[in-house]
Nanobody, 126 residues
Framework: VQLQASGGGLVQAGGSLRLSCAAS????????MGWFRQAPGKEREFVGA?????????TYADSVKGRFTISRDNAKNTVYLHMSSLKPEDTAVYYC???????????????????WGQGTQVTVSS
């Protein structure tokens, strides 16, 4: 199983970025997909997650609600994190993760996710 995250970079406050996470080696349509982030000196935290294609639902951390959106393209085995109105406090390494249990609700718990990408750095300047 491989999760390849990309799309990070340096952006000014108020700007936008789209992160991508391409998955291989798993049945993507049966996986809930999550995004997490880790800022320097802090623990990794939940950003948002979406269920597999059936009855899709999403959930977000309060800190990003209304600014970040998760979407997925099952034909491309890819999940996206659309980030807008970025703030300096959004600076972190962003990780995608896969939960292959086909659960009906997207989880915010790290332990629910079996597979993790390598992370992509997002830096928001003020």
């Amino acid at each position: 199983v491989q999760l390849q995250a990309s799309g990070g970079g340096l952006v000014q406050a108020g700007g936008s970025l789209r992160l991508s996470c391409a998955a291989s080696g798993l049945t993507f349509t049966r996986c809930n997909m999550g995004w997490f982030r880790q800022a320097p000196g802090k623990e990794r935290e939940f950003v948002g997650a979406t269920t597999s294609w059936s009855g899709r639902s999403t959930t977000y951390a309060d800190s990003v609600k209304g600014r970040f959106t998760i979407s997925r393209d099952n034909a491309k085995n890819t999940v996206y994190l659309h980030m807008s109105s970025l703030k300096p406090e959004d600076t972190a390494v962003y990780y995608c993760a896969a939960d292959p249990t086909y659960s009906s609700y997207p989880s915010g718990r790290e332990t629910q996710y079996d597979y993790w990408g390598q992370g992509t750095q997002v830096t928001v300047s003020s």
